[in-house]
């Protein structure tokens, strides 16, 4: 869908360890989002991209960090793992044509498990 | 109270049913999305909506700015509609997107 690609599709790591997610985009899209979905919560936004090096907290941005060095790619790097973070990662992306009413492009997900 | 709330939580029909899902919000908002996510899969956009009614093939969506009310139909449902059907709104003048909780759908054969 929109040539996202999100790497790794699964991983599982150590408490206090860092982990980065990878967001990968074709599409030449400006706005670049990572959602992280649990149960009993939905899909809530962690950080956001609206350019090259612009970035912005979502809701629940606490031990994350995000990078964006170019238009394709949207890091994020959790800082020291810990088990709340245990979760289903998802990136999106907007087109350029209208940010504000664009149709939203997502990734297949991490699965990440921190134990 | 969430800003977008949906109804019901899970659904449960035979095939050929006509579904109804609901989406209320409380916010002022630019638009509108509907979602669908399979079990194990990704998200998908089915819908982006600013005012009035769309249609995709047996899927209707409706929206009433002045109640703050969306609704996605399913006409004549099938197996394969089983899935998460998710409502998110795009606050006005903001980036930023407010997702409900979901509405499971199961359609059995």
């Known amino acids: 869908d929109a040539g996202i690609t999100q790497s790794p599709r699964h991983k599982v790591t150590e408490t206090g360890t860092p982990v980065t997610l990878r967001c990968h985009q074709t599409e030449n899209h400006r706005y670049m989002y990572w959602y992280r979905q649990d149960p009993g919560h939905g899909l809530r936004l962690i950080h956001y991209?609206?350019?090259?090096?612009?970035?912005d907290k979502g809701e629940v941005s606490d031990g994350y960090s995000v990078s964006r060095s170019k238009t394709e790619d949207f890091l994020l790097t959790l800082e020291s793992a810990t088990s709340s973070q245990t979760s289903v990662y998802f990136c999106a992306t907007d087109d350029n044509r209208s940010s504000y009413n664009s149709p939203l492009h997502f990734g297949n997900g991490t699965r990440l498990t921190v134990t | 109270k969430n800003e977008v709330e949906q109804s019901p939580q899970n659904l449960t029909a035979q095939e050929g049913e006509f579904i109804t899902i609901n989406c209320s919000y409380s916010?002022?908002?630019?638009?509108l999305h509907w979602l669908q996510q399979h079990p194990g899969g990704g998200i998908v956009s089915l819908f982006m909506l600013s005012s009035g009614k769309k249609k995709h093939g047996r899927l209707i969506a409706t929206i009433n700015i002045q109640e703050k009310h969306s609704s996605l139909h399913i006409t004549a449902s099938h197996p394969r509609d089983s899935a998460v059907y998710i409502c998110?709104?795009?606050?006005?003048?903001?980036?930023?997107?407010?997702f409900g909780q979901g509405t499971r759908l199961t359609i059995n054969p």
């Open positions: 916010v002022g908002i630019s638009a």
């Open positions: 991209s609206y350019g090259v090096k612009d970035t």
């Open positions: 998110a709104v795009r606050l006005q003048g903001a980036q930023k997107l407010v």
